[in-house]
């Protein structure tokens, strides 16, 4: 299991390997790792210091039965320990009345616009719902213009007015909603500091005058430690119902979700995962808690290539991964499906051990892909089941024919090599394959 | 304690500052930076009134207030050891003497290594272009706007671009900003960000600009793609001015966490980065992830940004930043 775990972590913890019983003496090196990624993973240090302590309590004394190792025990204890503190309590997006009211709160720069464009296509795709927007931001400029843009691309109306008060404007919006027949009501606002009185108390008004479902606090995955000052500061005004956890492409672990669900019983509604409009994921405490202790995100790959994959082909390719007859015609046939599955780059940074093979940055231009894809297009069906005959002139050829460099040909033949043998390596249990 | 005496001084120095502007500009500053400070310090003091010898619960309060101001968990671990080592080589015991050696070794990191030049560099024969990056929203348009308003007030002639054709609003909100602080703009909505920079540098050398600033999209560090786009950019305008851009700034979120010395560490592989600019100090953040970037990426901080005013800039100075956070602590 912990073969996908933060290097420094799991070698911690491989000392625990091969003891009968967990005891205080040999679970502290594991702790104080434990703690050190936790603060690297931006975890508050108090939230730290009192997960660090239950989990001890929790795994002391803990009689290790036979069959099991007590470093798995030990890790599932710090598991399942961050998994119930991130998903206790969850309360999904409210969408049971006919007509719903959401807000949107948080600091400058924390992604509340884009978020308000991607709920309003969530609720629209998903839910079947007729959202619209309400231009709640008069400070900053081109606020609005940019929420309008937003609507634009995606079709939805938005509601915005030249008044100075922002209570009225969403009370005119909410009316303008029901005269026209529209049910889900998005209110962007401006972003604010927690501790700006003036703009706090805008917030209030509106909450306390306005039927709202949702108050939802979106707040930014790459804070640090001030992350609970903002929550406690908004939610103590504003008694939260949800939050946003924005910018997770990114490459920070997010401990700010840990030191929220930890302070607050606020639930994390949603994660923003890309600029695009369809960049709201929904959130699963295991890879919240699979990521801040960095092990690889199998699950979601794993559910990502089922439906894509048919079980059939999956099972052809690995029996010809296991035999090294893994050629250029079945790489074009993964890559294919691979394609299917979105960004690549999002399946990659999934895989275990991505982090030490140095891939976790990685990313793959859409064109890249195209270019590969043409490359093997040109090559005959022979050259695909042999691609050891490729030799300088039919290179060329191939180069020529699919418009790219013979130089992009090698590379390609480079690339295809090294992921045959990293499959043998999956196939002979070096390494493990989530599919 | 050289370094200790040495701050002390600059500290009771700016006390006696008479140049007015000066003072306004510390007082500022202060402002800005009190409930950093009350905070920071408050702490510290109760520590010294809590533990009045030196133990390990001390440290590890210590620790933990360091951590709290997100300087950084490896710095921090560092800073530490390093502490350590002194009070054992030392001796020391009294808390109240500790607080100064703590001091100077936060000093320490900032000022140890080859330290850049926090001034921003003019091109004598031609336009100086100042090209701003960051990752999403941390204030890179509204840094340029103040940096419009600052030179546009020292009388030079400044134009925008609006790098950003990306995001929705950003070339608007950039414009909106030229109008305010009465500088030249040039913006091309949705059009190739690169080509964009091209055309507006060409025409602030036509119209004879003293300051041109480029906004560009923010972009998370991971995203190749995007940062292959912004080293085009960033060629564009090495190709057509030279010596340009000279000041690539970084601005940085004062509430961002360890990221920030990912973000430091890629934005200067792609771009030459020459200096920080820590926005929003104006909350209760504290922004110390850039003493640990100072030391791993040794980058320094230029300008911090106080507020969403065009006139909430300040030019980072570190005496006046010690100064904020420790003046009641020496
Ligand atoms: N409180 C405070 N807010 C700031 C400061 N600097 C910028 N902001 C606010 O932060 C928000 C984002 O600022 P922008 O300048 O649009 O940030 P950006 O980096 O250009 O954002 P993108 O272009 O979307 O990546 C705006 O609401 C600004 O008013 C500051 O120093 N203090
Ligand atoms: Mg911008």
Same mark, same amino acid.
């Given at each position: 299991?912990?073969?996908?775990?933060?290097?420094?972590l799991?070698?911690?913890?491989?000392?625990?390997?091969?003891?009968g019983k967990?005891?205080?003496?040999?679970?502290?090196?594991?702790?104080?790792?434990?703690? %050190?990624?936790?603060?690297?993973?931006d975890? @508050?240090?108090? +939230?730290? $210091? &009192?997960?660090?302590?239950? !989990?001890? *309590?929790?795994?002391?004394?803990?009689e290790?039965?036979?069959?099991l190792?007590?470093?798995?025990?030990?890790?599932?204890i710090?598991?399942?320990?961050?998994?119930?503190?991130?998903?206790?309590?969850?309360?999904?997006?409210?969408?049971k009345?006919?007509?719903?009211?959401?807000?949107?709160?948080?600091?400058?720069?924390?992604?509340k616009?884009?978020?308000?464009g991607?709920?309003a296509?969530?609720?629209?795709?998903?839910y079947?719902r007729?959202?619209?927007?309400?231009?709640g931001?008069?400070y900053?400029?081109?606020?609005?213009?940019? %929420?309008?843009?937003?609507?634009?691309?995606? @079709?939805?109306? +938005?509601? $915005? &007015?030249?008044?100075?008060? !922002?209570? *009225?404007?969403?009370?005119?919006?909410?009316?303008?909603?029901?005269d026209?027949?529209l049910?889900?009501?998005?209110?962007?606002?401006?972003?604010r500091?927690?501790?700006?009185?003036?703009l706090?108390?805008?917030?209030?008004e509106i909450?306390?005058?306005?039927k709202?479902n949702?108050?939802?606090?979106?707040?930014?995955?790459m804070?640090?430690?001030?992350a609970?000052?903002?929550?406690?500061?908004f939610?103590?005004?504003?008694?939260?119902?949800?939050c946003?956890?924005?910018?997770?492409?990114?490459?920070?672990?997010?401990?700010v979700?840990l030191?929220?669900?930890?302070?607050?019983?606020?639930?994390?509604?949603f994660?923003?995962?890309?600029?695009?409009?369809?960049?709201?994921s929904?959130?699963?405490?295991e890879?919240?808690?699979?990521?801040?202790?960095?092990?690889?995100d199998i699950?979601?790959?794993?559910?990502?290539?089922e439906g894509?994959?048919?079980?059939?082909?999956?099972?052809?390719?690995?029996?010809?991964?296991k035999?090294?007859?893994?050629d250029?015609?079945?790489?074009?046939?993964?890559?294919?499906?691979?394609?299917?599955?979105?960004?690549?780059?999002?399946i990659?940074?999934?895989?275990?051990?991505?982090?030490?093979?140095?891939?976790?940055?990685?990313?793959?231009?859409?064109?890249?892909?195209?270019?590969?894809?043409?490359i093997?297009?040109?090559?005959?069906?022979?050259?695909?089941?042999?691609p050891?005959?490729?030799?300088?002139?039919?290179?060329q050829r191939?180069?020529k024919?699919?418009?790219?460099s013979?130089?992009?040909?090698?590379?390609?033949?480079?690339?295809?090599?090294?992921?045959?043998?990293?499959m043998k390596?999956?196939?002979?249990?070096?390494?493990?394959?989530?599919? | 304690?050289?370094?200790?005496?040495?701050?002390?001084?600059?500290?009771?120095?700016?006390?006696?500052?008479?140049?007015?502007?000066?003072?306004?500009?510390?007082?500022?500053?202060?402002?800005?930076?009190?409930?950093?400070?009350?905070?920071?310090?408050?702490?510290l003091n109760?520590?010294?009134?809590?533990?009045?010898?030196?133990?390990?619960e001390?440290?590890?309060?210590?620790?933990?207030i360091l951590?709290?101001?997100d300087?950084?968990?490896?710095?921090?671990?560092?800073?530490?050891d390093k502490?350590?080592?002194?009070?054992?080589?030392?001796?020391?015991?009294?808390?109240a003497?500790?607080?100064?050696?703590?001091?100077?070794?936060?000093?320490?990191i900032?000022?140890?290594?080859?330290?850049?030049?926090?001034?921003?560099k003019?091109n004598?024969?031609?336009p100086?272009?100042?090209?701003?990056?960051g990752?999403n929203?941390?204030?890179?348009?509204?840094?340029?706007?103040?940096?419009?308003?600052?030179y546009?007030?020292?009388?030079?002639?400044v134009m925008?671009?609006?790098?950003?054709?990306?995001?929705?609003?950003?070339?608007?909100?950039?414009?909106?900003?030229a109008?305010?602080?009465?500088?030249?703009?040039?913006?091309?909505?949705?059009?190739?960000?690169?080509s964009?920079?091209?055309?507006?540098?060409?025409?602030?050398?036509?119209?004879?600009?003293?300051?041109?600033?480029?906004?560009?999209?923010?972009r998370?560090?991971?995203?190749?793609?995007?940062?292959?786009?912004?080293?085009?950019?960033?060629?564009?305008i090495?190709?057509?001015?030279?010596?340009?851009?000279?000041?690539?700034?970084?601005?940085?979120?004062?509430a961002?966490?360890?990221?920030?010395?990912?973000?430091?560490?890629?934005?200067?592989?792609?771009?030459?980065?020459?200096?920080i600019?820590?926005?929003?100090?104006?909350g209760?953040?504290?922004?110390?992830?850039?003493?640990?970037?100072?030391?791993?990426?040794?980058?320094?901080?230029?300008f911090?940004?106080l507020?969403?005013?065009m006139?909430?800039?300040?030019?980072?100075?570190?005496?006046?930043y010690?100064?904020?956070?420790f003046?009641?602590?020496?």
């Amino acid at each position: 299991m912990f073969e996908y775990m933060g290097d420094r972590l799991s070698k911690a913890i491989k000392n625990i390997r091969g003891l009968g019983k967990i005891t205080e003496d040999n679970i502290n090196d594991a702790m104080k790792e434990i703690r %050190l990624a936790l603060l690297e993973a931006d975890v @508050n240090y108090m +939230v730290v $210091k &009192e997960f660090v302590a239950s !989990v001890k *309590e929790k795994a002391l004394g803990m009689e290790v039965e036979k069959s099991l190792k007590p470093d798995e025990v030990f890790i599932k204890i710090v598991k399942d320990e961050l998994v119930s503190l991130l998903g206790g309590d969850y309360v999904p997006l409210d969408t049971k009345e006919n007509f719903e009211v959401i807000m949107l709160c948080g600091l400058q720069g924390s992604g509340k616009t884009t978020t308000a464009g991607k709920l309003a296509n969530l609720l629209r795709k998903k839910y079947n719902r007729k959202p619209l927007l309400i231009a709640g931001d008069i400070y900053r400029p081109a606020a609005i213009k940019q %929420l309008e843009d937003i609507a634009t691309s995606l @079709n939805i109306p +938005v509601f $915005k &007015e030249d008044k100075k008060n !922002v209570l *009225e404007i969403v009370n005119d919006g909410i009316s303008y909603a029901k005269d026209n027949n529209l049910d889900y009501v998005i209110v962007d606002t401006a972003g604010r500091l927690q501790i700006d009185e003036k703009l706090m108390e805008e917030l209030k008004e509106i909450a306390s005058n306005v039927k709202l479902n949702e108050i939802i606090l979106v707040i930014d995955a790459m804070m640090g430690q001030d992350a609970i000052n903002v929550i406690t500061g908004f939610n103590d005004a504003l008694n939260l119902t949800g939050c946003i956890l924005t910018k997770m492409d990114g490459d920070t672990k997010g401990g700010v979700a840990l030191s929220l669900r930890h302070l607050t019983n606020v639930p994390i509604k949603f994660v923003g995962d890309s600029e695009k409009m369809d960049g709201l994921s929904e959130f699963y405490p295991e890879r919240m808690a699979e990521r801040i202790l960095d092990m690889g995100d199998i699950l979601s790959i794993a559910e990502k290539v089922e439906g894509i994959v048919s079980e059939e082909e999956a099972l052809e390719q690995a029996k010809k991964m296991k035999t090294g007859s893994f050629d250029l015609e079945d790489f074009l046939t993964t890559f294919k499906q691979i394609r299917k599955l979105g960004p690549l780059e999002n399946i990659i940074k999934m895989l275990p051990q991505a982090r030490s093979m140095g891939l976790n940055n990685i990313s793959v231009d859409p064109k890249d892909m195209a270019h590969i894809e043409a490359i093997i297009l040109s090559m005959t069906p022979y050259e695909r089941r042999h691609p050891e005959v490729l030799k300088a002139t039919r290179k060329q050829r191939i180069a020529k024919g699919s418009g790219r460099s013979v130089e992009e040909v090698n590379r390609l033949l480079k690339q295809f090599e090294m992921m045959k043998s990293m499959m043998k390596n999956i196939s002979n249990g070096k390494m493990k394959m989530p599919f | 304690m050289g370094l200790f005496n040495k701050l002390k001084n600059l500290v009771s120095k700016k006390e006696e500052v008479q140049d007015k502007k000066e003072q306004e500009e510390i007082k500022n500053y202060e402002q800005g930076l009190k409930k950093t400070r009350e905070e920071f310090v408050s702490k510290l003091n109760i520590l010294g009134i809590k533990y009045t010898k030196v133990s390990e619960e001390y440290f590890e309060e210590l620790e933990n207030i360091l951590i709290m101001a997100d300087i950084g968990v490896n710095t921090v671990m560092k800073f530490m050891d390093k502490l350590r080592d002194r009070v054992k080589h030392e001796n020391i015991k009294d808390t109240a003497y500790l607080k100064e050696v703590i001091v100077d070794e936060l000093l320490v990191i900032y000022v140890e290594g080859e330290s850049l030049s926090d001034k921003i560099k003019m091109n004598e024969n031609g336009p100086t272009v100042i090209l701003m990056v960051g990752v999403n929203g941390v204030g890179k348009t509204t840094t340029i706007a103040k940096l419009a308003h600052k030179y546009g007030e020292e009388g030079k002639k400044v134009m925008l671009i609006a790098g950003d054709t990306f995001r929705a609003g950003a070339v608007n909100q950039l414009e909106i900003w030229a109008k305010r602080t009465n500088s030249l703009f040039y913006g091309k909505e949705g059009s190739d960000p690169a080509s964009v920079v091209y055309d507006g540098l060409v025409e602030a050398k036509e119209k004879n600009v003293d300051i041109v600033l480029i906004d560009t999209a923010g972009r998370l560090q991971n995203k190749v793609n995007l940062m292959k786009e912004l080293e085009k950019i960033n060629k564009v305008i090495s190709t057509h001015i030279e010596g340009a851009p000279q000041e690539t700034l970084l601005v940085i979120d004062a509430a961002t966490g360890q990221n920030g010395i990912m973000q430091a560490k890629a934005f200067k592989e792609i771009t030459n980065i020459t200096g920080i600019v820590l926005t929003k100090l104006d909350g209760t953040a504290k922004g110390g992830i850039v003493l640990a970037i100072k030391e791993e990426v040794n980058l320094p901080v230029k300008f911090i940004g106080l507020g969403e005013k065009m006139t909430d800039l300040k030019p980072f100075d570190i005496e006046n930043y010690i100064y904020g956070l420790f003046k009641d602590m020496v």
